[in-house]
C-alpha cells in the first residue's frame, strides 16, 4: 500500500480547532464533509464546545474514545505542534496541518515546521502541510479543506486529479473545472511540504484507481530525481501529467522569488526534464483542463501525430489546418479510396484533407457520419476532427447524427474522434460517455489533441537514469585549457594533437611536427579569457612565427597581468573547415547534471538555439537533442554543402555525459566552445572546467 | 451618407425566393426578420404562393404596388439574373445574392457573377455575394441571413460588428459570441465578393455609430489597397479591428488553395500590413472575442503597456506575471508610495508588483477596493488586474466591493481595470457596464490586455502611405551586378568605388588605384550565380593577382557556360569588418512594394530573422524594421564591440523605398544580400534585380 494511502482514506478523522461557526476556517471542512455525506467518523476536537455542528467535540484528540487514524489541524500556530504531539499519542496514521505561519514566514516558523516533521518522521506519520489548502477524495467525500470554492461549488467524481503546491492555485483549478461540469478524483494542496511534496503525491496517484489524467501545479522542486521517478512512473502507466510551473519569465520568476522562500530552479531545466519524462507542461490553467478533459474522454493518447479534418465550412477547416500545422501535427492527404467514397457520397465535396463537405451534406442522408466514416475507414489519422457549426444546439434533430457517430467510434476503436461545434451539456455527456470530446473553440480542440499527440511522441525518448558512466580516472588540474582538455580526451572526447610548450624553440618544433598553419594560445591559470588580453594567435604558417608568437604571447600576458602564473604557450593544428557548435554541462541545483547543445558562434545567445538533457544521454537522445536546435540544419547538406559527421556530434554528447557522471561529485559546469563538427570527426578547439566551489577558471 | 448604407438600413425589402418553409434557406431569413420583429415592409417573392408565412406574395418584384430599395436573392442559379434585372428594374439600392454556384464553381459561373456585378455598378446598385450567408443589422432586427445558428441563438445587440469573406465563419463566431452573451452591431457576410468585400465593410463599419470594434476574417484580399485604407481609418478612428486570415501555415496554405480559387497572399505580408495599419490579428476566434470583449467593455486602449497585479494567490500572480512578460506587457516594481499605502492596510501582503494581498484581505474592511485603490492612486500602470478567485458567484457577499470597484473606476477614469475570477453572469453584467472586464482564465485576461496594448504601440508607427518618392533616372540595364549596382548607386545607395573592366591590364590598374587586397568577379548576364562557377576571387593583394584572377575567371566562367556573354570582370576593394545583413524588395501582388531587412549568413533561413515593411518606409518605421530583427543587436555593440552605423542603414532602407516607388511599374524584386554595415557608412556588396515579367538575373 502506498504510504500515502492514510491520508486520502482515514477511516475515522479528528479535526482538531473545529469550529461550531461553519464560516469559518475551522469550521469548514467539517461543514464540506457533513454536507457532503463522509462516512467515516468525524470527531471535532475544541477545548470550548460540547456540540459542534450537531457532532459532540472532545477536549482534545486523546479523549476520543474510539481509534483515530487522521488528524486536520487547524489551531492557531502556538497549538499546532501539541496537536501534533497528542495525534502522534493517539495513533493515526496521517496529519494535515492547514495552519500558517511556519517556514513561508520566518526563520523561526521553519524551525517549528522542521520539528513537527521531525516528530512525525520518527513516529512513521505522514504530514501534509502546514499552510495548507487541505486535500479532497472525492469519491469517498472527503472534503477535507477550507477552500471556500466549495461554497458555492459541489466536487463531481470524474477522472481528474489535481496535486499543487498553491492551495489558491488548486481552488482556481478546481472552480474552472467544476463550472465546466469537470470531476476530479482527488485534489491536494501541499503547502509548505515539509513532508508530503507534489512529487510524491502524482507518484501516489499514478496508483489511483480512480485518476486517469494527473494536473499538478509547482512553484519549486526540492526534489528534482523524486519528481523525475513519478513523472515516469505515470509515463509508463499510461497516465499523462499536465504539470505547470509557475516563473516561466524573467519577470514571473522576479514575482515567483518574492512570493516563496525557495529558489527557483532554472526554467528551461523544467521543460527539458517535463519534456524527458513524458509530462506536458500547459500554458494556462484552460490548456490544462482541455486536455485534461480531452484524454478523460478519449481514454488515449492518439495513436500517431496525424490528423484528418471533416469539416462543413471551408475557412474553418483551413483554420484548424493552421492551428494543427504549428503545434506539430501532419495533415496527410487523403488517401485516394477515401477521395474516391467521399466523393461517391458528396460529389461537391472538396475531397482532400481537410475535407469540405458543403453545404451539400444537409441533402444526403446520415451526411456527416457516412463522411467522418470514409475517413475512419480509409486513412490511418490518429485523429479526426469534424467542425459540425451548431448541430448540438438542437438534440432533437442531432440525435441520429449523435448514434452514428458513437457507433461509428465504437467501429474505430484505437482512433480519436473529436467534435467541434456549439452544443447543449446534455450532448455533450452523451458523447463523451462513448470517447467522444465535443470543443467549441476550433482551435483549443487542436491544440488539445497537439499536446497529447506530442506525449505519444515523448514516450520513444524517454529518460533513462539507468546508464552506468565507464570509470574514470581522477580529473587532475583542470584549472587550465590544457589540462581541461586532457581531462575531456581522457574522457574520450575529440581533441586535437596538442602540444603545452615551455620555450620558442619547442613550440616551433612542436609546430613543425603538426604541419602549419598553428594556433599559438598563452596557457595560465591567471588568465581565463585569452582572447580578451590577445592572448591566441592564429593562421601561424611558418617556424619563424611561431617563435615570434611565443614571445609576443608572453609578453602580452605579463602587460595584461604582471603577476600571472604561465605555464607555457600552447600549440595546435589550425583547422580549416567544419561547423562550430557549443557543448556543455552545468549542475542544476534541482535536478543535477545537464548537458547543453547549441549552436556556434552568436545564434547560441540571439536566437536561444541550444537544447537541454539530464545525463545520462544515450545516442538515441543525443540525436534527439540535435533535432531540437536549428542550427544543426548546417551539419545536414545546408543548401547543397556536404554532410557533417553527426555520429562523431553524437559520441562527444554520450562522452561527455559519462564523464559528467563520472565526476558528478566535483564538476559544476564543462564548456566546450567551440567544438567543430568535420566531415570527418570533431573537434573542441576550447574547453572550461569549473569545479564545484570553485570559481570560472581555465 | 457610405454607400454600403442601403445594404445594411432598407426601407423596404423584396424577399426572391422566399418559402413558405421556415426551415428552407428562402424560408430561414423571412422567418427571423417576422420573429424578430423587423419593422420595415417585407414583400415575398415567389411564383407559386399568394401568401407566404402570412405575407402577401408576389409573383414577381415587379408586381410589387410599392417601392422597394433592397432585394434578397434567394433563388436557384438559373433564376439569379432575371432576379437582378427585375430588382434594378424596380429600383433598388441594394441587392444580396445568397445563391451559390457562381465562380466558386467554374468558369462558367465567374462569367455570370461577373455580369450580375456588371449590371448592377451599370444601374449604381450595390451587390452583396453572390454565394452570401446574408447580413444582419443587429438594432434594427434586419436579420437577413439564412444561417441556422439563428435558430436557438437570438441576436442581442452590442458594440461588436463582425465582416467575414466565409459565412460559416460567421455563424461560427456568432454562435461562441452568443453563447457568452456578447452582442452584436452588424454582422455581414461577404461571400464571393463581386462587389462588395470585407474592406469596404470595415471601412463602413467604421463610421457605423453602433459599432465599437470591428471583428473581420479573410480567406484572400483582392485589393490590398482598400484594405490598407480601412484598417487605418479604423485606427484614426480609434475602433480596434480583430481580424483573422485564414491560411496562416503552410499546411493551412494547402488547404486554402483547394478551399478557394483566390490565390492566397504571403501570410507574413498579411501580418505585416495589419501591423502597419494598425490593426491585430488574433489566432483564434476564441481569442478575438476575448479582445472584442475587452474592448467593448472598457471602451479605450490601456493607456500604456504597464500592468500592475493585484492577487490574493501568489502562485496566480506569478502566473500572470508569466504571462504579461511573453506577450511584451511590462510589470515595473510598485512605486515606494503605493508600497507603503499596502503595507499600512495589508501588514503581512507581499507589496511588489504582484500585489499579494495574502489571506490577510478578508480580515480587512474593503480589502480589494484599498488595495486596487493603492495601486490606482499612487502608479502609472495602464492596467490593473485583480485576481479574485470565485468570490463573483457569490453575489450577495460580493455586493459592497463590487460597488467599491465600480466607484473607484470612476474616479480613474483613464485606467483599465480587468477582473480575474469566477462569477455569476449577472455580477458580470453589472460589472462590465460601468467599464470592468471580468475574464474566468487568468492567462486569456492578460493575453487580451497585451493585444490591446500592443495596438496601443502600433499607432504610434503607422503606415502613411502619402510619401512621394523623388524622381528618378531611367532603369538602364539592370540585368548583371554591375548594372543593377549603378542603378542602387544612382538611388542613393552605398556601393563601392567599383570598376568593370575589359583586360586584365586595365583590372591591374583599376586595382592599383583603389588600392589592395580587392576582389575580382566575373560580370555576365547568363551567370546569375557566380560563386557556383568559381566566378568570385577574394583578397587578391597585388597586380600580379589580379591579373592572374583576371585570366582565371574568363576560363572558369567559359568552362561553365562556352556561350556566356562576358562583359568583363569587376574590380572591388576587400572590405574587412562590419555587419553583413540583407536588404530586398518585392512586389507583392496583394499590396505591391515591400521592404525586406533581415540577418545575414544563414541565420537569416534558419531563424526566419527577417521583417517586412510596406513602401514607402520614413525612417521612423526603418528604425522599428531594425527593432523587429534580432540580430539587429549584433550592430548595437553586441558583447562589447563596436557600434556599427544604424543612421546609414536606416537611410540605405528608406533609398530602397524611394528607388522602389519611383521603379514600381517595372521592379519585381530587389536583393542586396549582403548590405555590409560599418563603424561608417554601409556598401551593397551584391546585389540582384529581376524585372516585372523577367527572369531572374544579374
Known sequence: MHSLHPLFHPRSVALIGASSDPERIGGRPLRFMLEGGFEAPLYPVNKSGATIQGLPAFASVLDIPHPVDHAIICVPVAGVEAAVRDSIAKGVKAIQVMTAGFAEIDAAGRALQDKLVGMCRDAGVRMLGPNSLGLLNVPTRFFSTFSTALNGLKPVPGPIALATQSGAFGSATYGMASLRGLGFSKIIATGNEADVDVAECIDYLVDDPDTRVICAALESCRDGERLRRALLKAAAAGKPVLIMKVGRTELGAAAASTHTGSLAGNDVVYDTVFAECGAWRPESIEEMLDIAYLFSVAGALPANADV???????????????????????????????????????????????????????????????????????????????????????????????????????????????????????????????????????????????????????????????????????????????????????????????????????????????????????????????????????????????????????????TARSDARIEGVLIAPMLQGGVEVILGLHRDPTFGPMLMYGSGGTAVELFQDVAFASAPVTPERARALLDAVRSTQLLRGWRGGPQYDEAALVDAICRLSDFALAHADRLESVDINPLVVRTQGAACLDAVITLRGGSHEH
Open 308 to 558: 484528418g479534418v471533416v469539416t462543413g465550412s471551408g475557412g474553418i477547416g483551413v483554420l484548424m489546418a493552421d492551428d494543427a500545422g504549428e503545434r506539430g501535427l501532419a495533415l496527410p492527404p487523403l488517401p485516394e479510396p477515401a477521395r474516391r467514397a467521399a466523393l461517391e457520397l458528396l460529389p461537391f465535396a472538396v475531397a482532400s484533407n481537410p475535407l469540405d463537405m458543403t453545404a451539400q451534406v444537409t441533402a444526403v442522408a446520415s451526411g456527416v457520419p457516412r463522411t467522418v466514416a470514409t475517413m475512419l475507414d480509409h486513412a490511418g489519422y490518429g485523429t479526426v476532427f469534424a467542425y459540425l457549426a451548431h448541430v448540438g444546439l438542437s438534440p432533437q434533430r442531432f440525435a441520429s447524427t449523435q448514434a452514428e457517430l458513437i457507433a461509428l467510434c465504437q467501429r474505430h476503436p484505437g482512433r480519436m474522434l473529436v467534435l467541434v461545434m456549439l452544443s447543449t451539456p446534455e450532448v455533450n455527456r452523451a458523447l463523451e460517455q462513448h470517447g467522444i470530446a465535443v470543443f467549441e473553440d476550433p482551435s483549443r480542440a487542436v491544440r488539445a489533441v497537439a499536446a497529447l499527440a506530442r506525449l505519444r511522441q515523448r514516450l520513444g525518448t524517454l529518460y533513462l537514469p539507468t546508464h552506468q558512466a565507464p570509470a574514470a580516472d581522477t580529473l587532475g588540474d583542470v584549472s587550465t585549457e590544457d589540462g581541461a582538455k586532457r581531462a575531456l580526451a581522457a574522457a574520450g572526447l575529440p581533441v586535437l594533437p596538442e602540444r603545452l610548450c615551455r620555450s620558442a624553440a619547442e613550440a616551433a618544433a612542436a609546430a613543425q611536427a603538426m604541419g602549419f598553419p598553428v594556433v599559438a594560445k598563452i596557457v595560465s591559470p591567471d588568465i581565463p579569457h585569452k582572447t580578451e588580453v590577445g592572448g591566441v594567435m592564429l593562421r601561424l604558417q611558418d617556424a619563424a612565427a611561431v617563435q615570434d608568437a611565443y614571445a609576443q604571447l608572453l609578453t602580452r600576458a605579463q
